[in-house]
């Protein structure tokens, strides 16, 4: 092999390398440092190789066990879950069964016939009762043996080291030598496997040596596409070793390596230098990582025992000081989960997706994140139809009544990159661009209370301090839909009493009954929505308007969502202006923004395929809009869409509106984010779509709304049902003003799994906004002030 003893990095000095290192990581990834939480797995300190800095591998005389077993290796992944780790990393020595009769024993007596067969076992344990993402670290291995791991670890590893093949520090190991490493790597590419590998830096190759490595990574990478990460790792000696009395390798050297690393590799690679290796881990950043690698708040490096894993405060607290922003990830890179139908056993996908945020990284809630098991409700009534069992999950959810974490109000230092950037052009009077919008909805770390800070003083100056409530009554007046919206807990075929749940259809009796019966609670707004019955045509909506407002003539009716008014004109025959004007004649007086979900077909196709289309939703309001009727904008996220499709959302239902400014209409009154409640929702169930949105995520949607409408749409509401008051509260210093309604009689949220209240009172919301220091109004639907009697 050519290792290019003239290759043209070799002439660069270390500082112009790192320049041009660190430049082109932020091109790539900007402000971005990922690390994966993760609990170490030692399966077996038995190794087939003898490698001269090695304190891992231990002989059959000096280990407690051979192998762990399975509850040993249970208790290990179980401490990692209850930590909030994602990734159970098996370390293992290799292959010891070929060097040792009582390790091929073992194996043989269990069942197995390799070392292999065993972490296979013990990854689809981990995955099944922890939810932890295994990564397998197995060594030089066959297609089959890769092969076998693959339906059980996301990703796979295994260090180059050098592609040197003269080296005395690996002159007893088989499974060292270059050409059967690079074979391996080869073998995952052809098998569609993420992998990681890398190179150790300081174990007597040169500096070409080291970049004859790198380049043949680069050059198995360009055939397969396969290479997530890169990983370059300094040596250190160690006592009771063959190479205790080599130098460490100099600080500069590693450096060098680091730099030449991130300029020889495709941009793609990600590059990750482990932090507990370094005294000044922090220059690893000035050479152009973007990712510190695994990092267990558990378990100790078993490969470096002796040099602890920083702890992660002060990993954030060096990360943030030289401008950048820390993100957990997942054992497998997002650009991988994208494209999961070629990288991704399918057994593994619903896997992958229920430890992700929308970005295809690690949820960042702290907390315990456990596979949820569920069963049957012993009674349903207006609640979700199961139950959950089993380890209970601490970390947020929205529905849930765990607590989240504290992100605002919180100072924000002097930022840099492309968030600063766009929050500078929103202060200066520009309006965020759909890419800016995608920007800001990816922030992290610091960059997340500066965006939230900014939509706090665009609601002060748009709308005041002052919060808003109004008094409503929901009315579900049937959970029968002939739609099948995946997503949805509430509705029921007609034919569905084989589900626990009875379908009904409520009278127009009743719907009037329940209407006075809100007005005499002192209501001011019923809000009408239902399931789409197949018996009903467009006069049903009418009739029931009418209903309504025979019962209480002063009551605003707010009702019928996009896909319920299409619906109507359509079975009747009629235009939308023509039927919506028939609706407003007896009463209707504005349209709730429901039947949104996310304004983008790519979406919508995997969510309500058979439901109104976006220009079908966009049209519908429109028409309203023209006649006089207001309506609101909702956001139905955190289920299956990435922040591209949000900010798509938000440009599209913006430029109706200015649509709707340019006519001197009224248009939205309101934005309303909708956090995707995911605990008894079909698609959830299905195992076919993520937990709702991360807390961050959820707090993030709400600032942008603000940052994005400005003053086009100037109240943006926080769901207090789905997101609990606790969540809310950081809601109204992220850019809120408006708490919505009462909802009395709210089912559609419970049916889904949402454990908060079904109805807020007046006095419970004042005493809210009392623990904010901030005024409380009440108000009517379309932003009226509702004198106190």
Known sequence: MNHHPDHPLLRESLDDLMALAAARRDETYGTRVTYSPKVFIPLTFLCNDTCGYCTFAQPPARVEKLFLEPDDVLKIARQGARRGCHEALFTLGERPEDRYDVAREWLSARGYDSTVHYVAEMAELVLRETGLLPHANAGALTTDELARLRPFSPSQGMMIESVAGDLDAHRNAPDKTPERRLATLDAAGGLSIPFTTGIL?????????????????????????????????????????????????????????????????????HLQAPPNLSDDFGALLDAGIDDWGGVSPVTADHVNPERPWPDLDRLREVTEARGHALAPRLTIYPEFVRDRVRWLDPALHFAVMDRADAEWLGRDDPGQVWPEKTTAADTVADGAEFVLVGHRSTAWYSGSESPPPILVPASVPTLRGAVSDVLVGIEAGEEPSLDEIVTLLEARGPEVAAVAQLADRRRSEIVGDTLTWVANRNINYTNVCTFKCRFCGFSKGPLSLNLRGTPYLLTLDDIAERAKEGWDLGATEVTLQGGIHPDFDGDYYIDVTKAVKDAVPDMHVHGFTALEVTEGA???????????????????????????????????????????????????????????????????????????????????????????????????????????????????????ARRGPTFRENLLIHAVARLAYGELIPNIQASWVKIGLAGTTQMMNAGCNDLGGTLMDENISRAAGASHGQAMTGDRFAEFAETLGRPLVQRTTNYGRVEAV
């Open 201 to 269: 830096v300081g174990i007597g190759d040169t500096r070409a040596d080291q970049l004859a490595g790198l380049e043949a990574i680069a050059a198995s990478h360009a055939r397969h596409g396969h290479v997530q990460e890169v990983i370059v790792q300094n040596f250190l000696p160690k006592r009771r070793t063959a190479m205790k009395g080599v130098r460490a390798c100099p600080s500069d050297d590693y450096l060098w390596t680091v730099a030449a690393a991130r300029l020889i590799l495709p941009t793609e690679i």
């Open 570 to 688: 359509k079975r009747l025959g009629e235009d939308l202006p023509t039927y919506l004007g028939r609706l407003q004649d007896v009463g209707l007086a504005s349209l709730p923004g429901t039947a949104a979900e996310i304004l983008d077909d790519e979406i919508r196709a995997i969510l309500c395929p058979d439901k109104v289309n976006t220009e079908e939703w966009l049209e519908a309001h429109r028409a309203a809009h023209s006649i006089g009727l207001h309506s609101n904008v909702t956001m139905m996220f955190g289920a299956v869409e990435e922040p591209i499709h949000q900010a798509r959302h938000f440009v599209r239902t913006r430029d109706l509106q200015k649509e709707n400014v340019a006519a001197g209409r009224v248009g939205f009154t309101e934005f309303v984010g909708l956090p995707f409640v995911h605990m008894a929702s079909p698609i959830y169930l299905q195992r076919k």
